[in-house]
């Protein structure tokens, strides 16, 4: 039983990021672990986080969707937890992965304003219209509540059932071209490296400087949320781009591509930050995609593929599904990745740009729940 929570809750740490390039709605963690009815279980619970993830994921129609998740401090002191998810939450926190607040005010909603992104919340945000005009648009606070088959998304305010996205704002686009620096030592927002868990350095190499949230601003001065202090500008951030997985048809997960880190993508890749398809490809597909099969690289803004495999890849110009246009890829050759370009692994194994490459096939999520079939059983039907 315990060993089992704790897998689900490693699922869960794989949905939750401060990344303004990976992450898909922003959510109040306070508010989501209290929502009760969703499981009829204790006060507070970890899970309902997981239960509210893949929500979004099925209504998204795509899996491994992260969200941007802000803590109240007091939670890591919350008696209702369990100490393992303390635990959990604390080691979160340490790694950047959310956003601890000693007082989280509005946090939620100015993230939300600056990356576009959807609020899964039940609070109405009554008052606060003028201030975010976007509160009143369909699809931009949707209330998870609970569903037959778990969670379903309603409108408290605006309308809509879906999830909508505006993109950044002009203000976070200003603030994200640049990277941002907390006087605080070991801050795990803008801080330089160093503090944290035990794989903090590790996860961080993926993440920063890249990754780093956005900053907040107070009277225009960008500012840690984390500790109020004003953030030094240490020049401007690393280009990225985000690529995206899809396996028989469905976008399986995202990941991000910068200029100082090559990313290996195959069956099981060796190098820490490597892709791994494995858990989704059938026998046939194990067998003739490599461990490390692919590498991509950025370089001066273009996307650079490179066959590391012993069978080869193909590349699908402008997505072309046609087999005729399909160009072969050999062992040790290179290509630029054109607008639309799509690098396939074996048929239905497919790699792009996040934004050319929509889940296209019938809907069949791999649940973060799935990582405990008997703990998912264990949650009552509602
Ligand atoms: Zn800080």
Request: proline share 9%.
């Amino acid at each position: 039983m315990r060993f089992e929570i704790s897998k689900v809750l490693d699922a869960i740490e794989g949905r939750v990021c401060t990344d303004p390039s990976l992450a898909r709605a922003v959510v109040d963690l306070a508010e989501v672990i209290r929502w009760q009815d969703l499981d009829g279980g204790r006060p507070a619970s970890l899970l309902r986080l997981g239960m509210v993830i893949d929500a979004l994921s099925r209504q998204l129609e795509e899996d491994s969707v992260p969200v941007y998740a802000i803590v109240h401090r007091a939670l890591l002191s919350d008696a209702d937890l369990t100490s393992n998810e303390r635990m959990v939450v604390r080691r979160w926190a340490d790694d950047g992965l959310v956003e601890v607040l000693d007082n989280p005010g509005d946090r939620m909603l100015e993230v939300a304003d600056l990356l576009g992104l959807p609020v899964l919340s039940r609070v109405r945000f009554d008052g606060l219209g003028g201030r975010y005009p976007w509160l009143g648009q369909a699809g931009r606070v949707l209330a998870p509540v609970p569903g037959a088959g778990g969670p379903v998304f309603i409108a408290h305010v605006g309308g809509g059932q879906s999830p909508t996205t505006a993109g950044r704002s002009p203000v976070a686009a200003k603030l994200l071209a640049r990277q941002w620096r907390c006087p605080e030592p070991g801050c795990a927002l803008f801080g330089s490296g160093g503090g944290g868990g035990a794989f903090a350095d590790l996860a961080r190499v993926d993440r920063a400087p890249a990754g780093q949230p956005p900053p907040s601003l107070r009277n225009g001065v960008p500012t840690c949320p984390r500790h109020g202090a004003r953030l030094g500008d240490a020049g401007p951030r690393p280009r990225t781009e985000v690529l995206a997985v899809r396996i028989g048809g469905m976008v399986r997960r995202r990941f991000v591509l910068t200029e100082s880190q090559p990313v290996l993508v195959g069956r099981a890749p060796e190098q820490s930050g490597g892709i791994m398809l494995g858990q989704w490809l059938n026998d046939e597909a194990r067998r003739w995609v490599s461990r490390n099969h692919v590498r991509f690289e950025l370089r001066v803004g273009e996307v650079i593929v490179t066959d590391t495999s012993t069978n080869g890849s193909g590349i699908r110009p402008r997505g072309s599904m046609a087999e005729p246009d399909r160009l072969p890829l050999a062992p040790q050759q290179s290509r630029v990745l054109g607008e639309g370009d799509v690098v396939e692994l074996y048929p239905g194994v497919q790699i792009g740009r996040a934004d050319e490459l929509p889940s296209a096939a019938p809907f069949t999520p791999a649940s973060v729940m799935a990582e405990a079939p008997t703990m998912a059983m264990r949650l009552p039907r509602v």
